[in-house]
């Protein structure tokens, strides 16, 4: 959108990948260190190296590692700079799913446990039982 100024499935898509950036992450969109910043600039290099270089500290360790892989990967899909390279909503769905069966399956005591507050690690709290269909949002 930011470079044709239309929206389109695939600006959807990159504009939700930013959402997921800044629930990983912790941070707003556009921040400022020395510079001003984008998120998808800063968190890009940083995935590369490990993931929990990026992973907002309050989550204090409590969740499954490939949980967050998967959503990281979906991160950079979604972020992609060409849009034709960009999954579809549903295909990000369908990760983001995954990795909630991840988060659900942690055995007690692992080394990668989920934290029974609501206020940390949020995507374990939101399940299609509780909440009815996970596809809130209809295509443009």
Not at 52 to 59: A, I
Not at 101 to 119: A, C, I, R, W, Y
Request: proline letters at 6%.
């Amino acid at each position: 959108y930011f470079r044709t100024s239309k929206l389109t499935r695939k600006s959807d898509v990159y504009s939700f990948g930013v959402v997921l950036l800044e629930l990983i992450s912790g941070r707003p969109a556009i921040f400022t260190t020395d510079e001003t910043v984008h998120i998808v600039q800063w968190i890009t290099p940083l995935l590369q190296e490990d993931i929990l270089n990026v992973v907002d500290p309050r989550f204090q360790g409590q969740y499954n590692r490939n949980s967050i892989m998967i959503v990281a990967k979906t991160d950079m899909e979604c972020t992609a700079e060409k849009a034709a390279m960009r999954p579809t909503m549903t295909d990000v769905l369908n990760l983001l799913k995954e990795a909630m069966k991840l988060e659900d399956n942690v055995p007690e005591g692992g080394n990668s446990t989920v934290q029974t507050d609501p206020t940390s690690a949020p995507w374990s709290y939101c399940n299609e039982a509780e909440y009815g269909s996970t596809s809130f949002l209809e295509p443009r």
